[in-house]
């Protein structure tokens, strides 16, 4: 992993990073008085980025972009240092200082999370990895306010992230259910919290029919893993509890989706799972005093003659019932038997986290997740504003009563399709089914996976959702 090291003097003639604010004094820097003309002017065009070639290093002054909230300005440094990272590749620059000398310390604090967010590369497959591979490898933070702790906690949170798009880039040719799960416990082996993996033989014992039934067209058995953080420190005694979607490849079933553009990218509809687990993974290493259960159901949804079929009815983990019209509809049979299976922790708060529907990606497209559930104003709110801080945000969507009408089944307890009409809803109101005490569904199908790139996102798998609910629990235990 890369080093970020904070110091308090400058290194001479090293590629820098300038994190200023307008009022900056350019004397201490080591310019010529062209350059200090070049960077004057530069600022009455109201440029943000100016750089300076000194030859043997270079030299980026970041301004703080005008912009609508503090919230947007960060974003905008997240987003210049995505547009620097570019310029360090082709330079093949891995070592940078970067220079707080901003109006506030979190412009420097998102310019580095951007940075470490854009230096992310998926190259496993390529037989010349070596030749693609570029990576910074030491970051020398000069700040008199940020601390060790603090450039610690962007490297694990950034690293956790890029774990995430690891799993989710990673094809399910390779990352079965069972592959899944050896990285979890990898994982929580790693940052020092526990992990229990359930085989098939115990999800059969406890009759868990959801994961099941969609696991009946497939070669790879299914998973569950329990994953326990609780530090003696914690602030809550209930714990919060976060449920991942970990189907690591979505065919459809026999309900059969069509190719091109639908199934192609199918191995991201484990990207909930990867996003809980990262979460933990980063609450371990950085110590947060909060106690958090996390729960990933897994099995991919193919078809062969054993496949679950449209019109079968299936009794789920505590006995209710499900008539299945839709087998593609298999993230919340299998997120619906961890839900039930979280009711004897009595939750603070269950939060579900899935690339659950494509309705809620048509809405709202990549640059957010959708929100409901049935929390309170304030819990929901604390949510959101985790959300802008970290500009992972949340579309909230309503949750009336009514639309579990729409989930009701001539002939069982429950269907698993709604109507033609509002998609991601009604499959967070079947999610609630099966839960006790406040309940948050994030649908994150738009964010999660992007083909083209988006930004510090990456291209592929973006770890959407580690940030969100890493930063929402980090702020509960200091409320
Ligand atoms: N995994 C998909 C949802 C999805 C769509 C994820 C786009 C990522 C990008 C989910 O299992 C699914 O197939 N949902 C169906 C539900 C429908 C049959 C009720 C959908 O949204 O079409
Ligand atoms: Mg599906
Ligand atoms: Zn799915």
């Known amino acids: 992993m890369r080093e970020i090291l904070t110091a308090e003097k400058r290194i001479q003639n090293i590629t820098s990073v300038i994190i200023a604010s307008k009022d900056i004094d350019l004397d201490i820097f080591d310019l010529t008085a062209p350059e200090k003309d070049f960077i004057k002017t530069s600022l009455s065009k109201k440029a ?18 005008e912009k609508s909230s503090g919230y947007a300005i960060n974003e905008a440094y997240r987003n210049s240092a995505f547009k620097l990272h570019k310029m360090l590749s082709r330079e093949k620059i891995t070592e940078l200082q970067v220079i707080d000398v901003a109006e506030d310390k979190l412009h420097t604090k998102a310019f580095i999370e951007g940075l470490c967010l854009s230096d992310y590369q998926f190259i496993k497959y390529f037989s010349n ?11 020398t933070l000069i700040s008199s306010r940020i601390s060790q702790t603090e450039a610690d906690e962007i490297n694990t949170l950034t690293y956790a992230v890029c774990s995430a798009r690891d799993l989710i880039n990673e094809p399910a040719s390779f990352l079965t259910s069972t592959q899944l799960s050896k990285d979890f416990e990898r994982m929580a082996q790693e940052a020092g919290f526990e992990a229990e993996v359930f085989d098939k033989a115990k999800i059969e014992s406890l009759q ?25 420190n914690a602030v809550n005694k209930k714990p919060y509890v976060l ?115 494509g309705a809620a990606h048509r809405a709202i497209g990549e640059l957010g997740m959708a929100g409901m559930g049935n929390a309170d104003s304030v819990t929901f709110e604390m949510l959101e504003k985790a959300g802008w801080e970290v500009y992972e945000r949340i579309a909230r969507l309503p949750f009336w009563d009514e639309y579990a009408e729409m989930i009701k089944s001539d ?66 235990s200091s409320k």
């Open 243 to 357: 449920v991942g979607k970990g189907v690591v490849y979505d065919s459809g079933g026999l309900s059969l989706k069509p190719t091109p553009d639908s199934m192609d990218y199918m191995k991201c509809d484990m990207a909930g799972a990867a996003a809980v687990a990262s979460t933990m993974y980063a609450l371990a290493k950085n110590n947060v005093p909060v106690y958090v259960i996390a729960l990933t159901p897994s099995t991919d949804n193919r078809l062969d003659a054993h496949s679950y079929s449209p019109g079968d009815v299936i009794t789920m983990y505590g006995g209710t019932t499900v008539e299945v019209l839709n087998t593609d509809a298999e993230g919340r049979l299998i997120l619906a038997d961890a839900l039930e299976f979280a009711k004897q922790f009595e939750p603070e708060l269950t939060i579900t986290i899935a690339t659950l529907t």
């Open 208 to 232: 868990m029919g959801g994961i099941l039934a969609v696991n009946k067209g497939s070669v790879e058995p299914p998973t569950f893993t329990v994953m326990t953080w609780k530090p003696a």
């Open 411 to 476: 002939i069982a307890d429950l269907k698993n399709i709604g109507g033609d009409v509002a998609g991601a809803i009604t499959a967070g109101k079947f999610l609630e089914h099966f839960t006790s005490g406040p309940f948050i569904h994030l649908d994150i199908a738009g964010p999660s996976f992007s083909k083209k790139g988006r930004s510090y996102h990456g291209k592929g798998g973006s770890g959407v959702g580690v940030r969100l609910l890493y930063n929402f629990l980090k702020n509960q």
């Open 129 to 139: 990895k070596a030749e693609r591979n570029f990576e910074i490898t030491k970051i």
């Open 48 to 65: 943000s980025s100016i750089t300076i070639n000194k030859y043997s290093h270079w030299l980026f002054f970041q301004f703080a972009e």
